[in-house]
Structures are given as C-alpha cells and as structure tokens.
C-alpha cells in the first residue's frame, strides 16, 4: 500500500468548510484513497473513497489532484459532531478475498463554537 | 440492520485469566476483521477472514491469541493467558468482498482491562 501523510491535528470553526489534506505520492494506479474518520469511543466510520474523479456524498466531497498524489476531504459545514480523527487510507479497490486496512495516525480535527 | 455487533462492550480481568471476545458480522458480509486500538500503537490489524477462511494473521502478537470463524455471523478472539499489556480496545469490522469496492464497517468495540 502507498503511504499516506496528514497533519497531525487541524482546527475549524463551526459552521466552516473543513479541508483536510492528505499526501499519496507513491499511488499506484489501481489504488483508491480511502477516508474513515473515528469518533471519541466509537469504532471507524467510512467517509467517502475515490480513484480519480473528485467524490461527494451526503458527508462529504473529496477532490484528487490530477496527478493523484495528494487529495483533500471536505467537509462542507462543519459541526461540533465532526470532531474526529480523519484518517486517509491507500489501498486497492477491492479484492475477492478481503483486503486489510493500514490506518496510520489520522489527523485530529477540533471544530469549535 | 443492526450493524456489526460485538459483546462485551467493556471486560476487566486479571492478569492470567482467558478473555474470549465475540463478533456479529453484518449479514451477507463475507469477510471479517480484527483490529487492536492502543495509544501507542494506534489501529492495527490482528486478524482476517473471508468466507471463514483466516487469510492474514500476521499481526496476531503471539500464540497467547487465537481467533476462530467456526460460521458467516460468528466470530471469537480469545487471549489466554491475559497479560496487562494486552489492555486495548478491540474492533471487528466486516465487509461484503467480492463486489465493486468492499467498505468496511466496524462495530463498537470492546474495551478490554487486564489488570
């Protein structure tokens, strides 16, 4: 899998877009970019994943470079519900057999009133 | 549907004792997941199956671990003996593999003590 860098925390007002970048230069071109984020005490939660076309559904848009070397989650209006750590997975799309995910550090977002 | 369902919520024991963890997968999933949660070492993968099949144990920590898939909606995780060191919270995640992509969805999680 291709390694993924994030910062390590960000903050956003609420009611603000929340940008969060996420660094994939080594992507092969049969790799996705995975989003999950993981509230206080609850288990990863799937955000949203895309190829190369940017993405969006009703949590959230994610824009992918030309290049596809980095990309960026938004989330459109934040609210104090969306803070979480966020974390952007490389990985295959799918597999038959199952495909494990390596989740790295994530990037702790802290959205305030 | 009631989303992946793992019991207990929340295990305390001493150090010693055999801890079983359990997991309900999603129905019609065909593969399982076992992750660890620990602020050290972040979310790591223990275990997987597909189609009750264990594919990739490579991140089980030592033979004081075992998982068995013995059916599609059930899955346990046991550490026997328990160790301090072994106090994490424990994830299952379940996803259908096969299709055009196979998200993953996790349950809640054990919260797991060893004193």
């Known amino acids: 899998d291709a390694k993924t860098t994030q910062p390590t925390s960000m903050d956003c007002a609420e009611g603000r877009a929340a940008n969060l970048p996420c660094n994939h230069s080594t992507i092969s071109g049969n790799e996705y970019v995975y989003w999950y984020r993981q509230i206080h005490s609850q288990g990863p939660q799937y955000i949203i994943h895309g190829l190369k076309n940017n993405e969006t559904n009703e949590m959230a848009s994610l824009i992918i470079t030309e290049d596809r070397k980095s990309s960026t989650l938004i989330l459109p209006h934040a609210t104090l519900r969306d803070t979480a750590v966020y974390y952007c997975?490389?990985?295959?799309?799918?597999?038959?057999?199952?495909?494990?995910?390596?989740f790295g550090k994530g990037t702790s977002l802290l959205v305030t009133p | 549907d009631a989303g992946v369902i793992q019991s207990p919520r929340h295990e305390v024991t001493e150090m010693g004792q055999e801890v079983t963890l359990r997991c309900k997968p999603i129905s019609g999933h065909n593969s399982l997941f076992w992750y660890r949660q620990t602020m050290m070492r972040g979310l790591e993968l223990l275990i997987y199956?597909?189609?009750?099949?264990?594919?990739?144990d490579s991140g089980m920590p030592e033979d004081r671990f075992s998982a068995k898939m013995p059916n599609a909606s059930f899955s346990t995780l046991k550490i026997q003996p328990s160790e301090p060191r072994d106090s994490a919270v424990y994830f299952c995640?379940?996803?259908?593999?096969?299709?055009?992509?196979?998200?993953?969805?996790f349950g809640p999680g054990t919260r797991l003590t060893v004193l």
């Open positions: 997975i490389v990985r295959v799309g799918h597999s038959n057999s199952g495909y494990a995910l390596n």
């Open positions: 995640a379940s996803s259908f593999s096969g299709g055009s992509t196979d998200t993953q969805y």
């Open positions: 199956f597909n189609n009750n099949v264990p594919i990739d």
